[in-house]
Nanobody, 119 residues
Framework: EVQLQASGGGLVQAGGSLRLSCAAS????????IGWIRQPPGKDREAVSC????????YYVDSVKGRFTLSSDNAKNSVYLQMNSLKPEDTALYYC????????????RGQGTLVTVSS
């Protein structure tokens, strides 16, 4: 059974930083892409970032480029989303997702972790 355990959300002031973690289990980590999607209050879900574990390639939505960094620790079957220079518009429920590739990453989804950025 695929399990994705997200953590690290919280309340932070604009300009601050948070690091989200996602611990994965139940599948061959190296064969997957792991990513984050977010859903702001009252809005649609949005893909934020993704990493292809096999080759390490990362992808980011334009609105977070230069501020967010996604990395993986293959020994721990975990990925980390370092979020810097946070803005109020980053406020959302963040979900860790996994799939065979970044274009199909939302096949498995963990519980969300709430990020709230105050102005």
């Amino acid at each position: 059974e695929v399990q994705l355990q997200a953590s690290g959300g919280g309340l932070v002031q604009a300009g601050g930083s948070l690091r989200l973690s996602c611990a994965a289990s139940g599948f061959t980590f190296d064969d997957y892409a792991i990513g984050w999607i977010r859903q702001p209050p009252g809005k649609d879900r949005e893909a934020v970032s993704c990493i292809s574990i096999r080759d390490g390639r990362t992808y980011y939505v334009d609105s977070v480029k230069g501020r967010f960094t996604l990395s993986s620790d293959n020994a721990k079957n975990s990925v980390y989303l370092q979020m810097n220079s946070l803005k109020p518009e980053d406020t959302a429920l963040y979900y860790c997702v996994a799939g065979p590739r970044c274009t199909e990453v939302d096949q498995h989804r963990g519980q969300g972790t709430l990020v709230t950025v105050s102005s």
